[in-house]
C-alpha cells in the first residue's frame, strides 16, 4: 500500500494533465502531434501552390504554407500551460483559417475540393483530442472561412458541392468526438466499481484543485484503505471480494456531495478528493460512509494545499493511514 503512493511520487514532479489531454502522450508529445499536422498543411499548400498557374495564386498560396511553418514552430516552442489552455485550438484554428482562406485563390474545382480535404484533417485532429464545445469553435471557424472564401471565387460547381464538402466534414468530426469521448471514458473509469480509476483521478482532481484555489476554498483528499481484504480474498474468493468492492463503491457514492471525487487507486485502495473541506470538516462523512456499509476500513486524511501537486497531499494522507493502521493493529488482541 505504502509502495504504491511511493511509484506515484516517483513518476516525476508536473502536475496533473486535463481530462481533455490526449491519453498516452505527455505535454511536448501533444504540441508534436499538433506541430505535425501543421507541417502536413504546409506540404500540402505547398503542392497545391505548384498546380497553380497564375504567378501571383503560386505565390499567395505559398506564403500560407510558409506562415503555417512559422505556426508548427511556435507549436514546438509553447509552453505547456498556455498550449493546454488555448494554444492547442488556436493552432488548429489558425491553420484550419489558412488552408480556408487559400480557397479563395484556388483556379480549379479540384484545388477547392483538396482544400476541403486538409480542413477534414484538421477538425479529425481537434474532434479526437479537444473537449466537444471547443471542437464545435474550430470547425464553425473552418467551415465560416471556407464558404466565404468560395463565395468570393466559386470556381467548385454550385452551393450544393460545397454542403456536401462541409457535411462530410462535420459528419467525420462527429463520429471521432463521440468515439474519442467513449473511449476516453474507458480509460478513465475502473470497469469493476464504475469509480475514476487513479488517471481519472489524476485527470479531475487537478480540474476540482484550480477551481477551489480560485474560490478560495479548502482542499482534503484520503486515502481509504480495506481492513484484512487479502483474507477475505482468500476464504470467501476473489469473485465475492469484486461483490464487496463494487457494492461498497455503490454504497460510498451515495454519501458524497455533488463536485467530491471518489477513485479506485488499486486493489482495496480508494481515494477521496474534497473540495470546500478541511480535515477537521469531515468526521461526519466519515461517520456516514462507516454506516453505510458494513465492511471494515481505516483512513488518512490531508490537506492539499493550493498550487500543490496531487502525489504530495497524497503522500501526507499515505503517512497518515500507515499510522492509523498500526495503532489499529496494536489495539487488537493478541
Not at 10 to 18: A, C, D, E, F
Not at 78 to 95: N, Q, S
Not at 103 to 130: D, H, K, N, P, Y
Request: hydrophobic share 50%; charged share 20%; proline share 3%.
Amino acid at each position: 500500500m505504502v509502495m504504491s503512493f511511493n511509484r506515484l511520487r516517483s513518476r516525476g514532479r508536473h502536475p496533473t494533465r486535463r481530462i481533455d489531454s490526449p491519453a498516452g502522450l505527455r505535454d511536448g508529445g501533444y504540441r508534436a502531434v499538433i506541430a505535425l499536422l501543421v507541417i502536413f498543411g504546409a506540404f500540402g499548400l505547398f503542392l497545391a501552390a505548384e498546380a497553380q498557374v497564375a504567378p501571383m495564386t503560386r505565390t499567395t498560396v505559398g506564403a500560407a504554407g510558409f506562415l503555417m511553418l512559422l505556426l508548427a514552430l511556435a507549436t514546438l516552442r509553447a509552453g505547456p500551460r498556455a498550449f493546454e489552455r488555448w494554444g492547442a485550438d488556436v493552432a488548429l484554428g489558425a491553420c484550419g483559417g489558412l488552408i480556408a482562406a487559400s480557397t479563395a485563390v484556388m483556379e480549379t474545382a479540384q484545388g477547392q475540393m483538396s482544400e476541403g480535404l486538409l480542413l477534414l484533417v484538421i477538425g479529425v485532429l481537434s474532434a479526437a483530442f479537444r473537449p466537444r464545445r471547443r471542437m464545435w469553435a474550430v470547425l464553425a471557424w473552418m467551415l465560416a472561412v471556407y464558404t466565404a472564401a468560395w463565395l468570393v471565387h466559386p470556381v467548385l460547381t454550385g452551393a450544393v458541392n460545397l454542403a456536401m464538402v462541409e457535411a462530410v466534414i462535420v459528419g467525420v468530426c462527429l463520429m471521432v468526438s463521440n468515439q474519442a469521448t467513449r473511449l476516453r471514458g474507458q480509460a478513465l473509469t475502473d470497469p469493476l466499481t464504475g469509480l475514476l480509476n487513479r488517471r481519472g483521478l489524476e485527470s479531475q482532481a487537478v480540474i476540482a484543485e484550480a477551481v477551489a484555489r480560485r474560490a478560495t476554498l479548502s482542499m482534503t483528499v484520503c486515502i481509504l484503505d480495506l481492513d484484512g481484504f487479502k483474507a477475505f480474498n482468500d476464504v470467501h474468493g476473489h469473485l465475492a471480494g469484486d461483490v464487496l468492492l463494487a457494492d461498497l463503491a455503490d454504497c460510498w457514492r451515495r454519501e458524497l456531495r455533488e463536485g467530491d471525487l471518489l477513485a479506485r487507486f488499486g486493489g482495496d485502495e480508494f481515494v477521496l478528493v474534497l473540495p470546500g473541506a478541511t480535515v477537521n470538516e469531515i468526521d461526519s462523512l466519515m461517520t456516514r460512509l462507516t454506516q453505510s456499509h458494513g465492511a471494515r476500513w481505516s483512513r488518512g486524511c490531508a490537506a492539499w494545499e493550493p498550487g500543490e501537486p496531487l502525489h504530495a497531499a497524497l503522500g501526507r494522507a499515505d503517512q497518515a493511514l500507515y499510522e492509523a493502521k498500526t495503532v489499529r493493529m496494536s489495539d487488537e488482541p493478541g
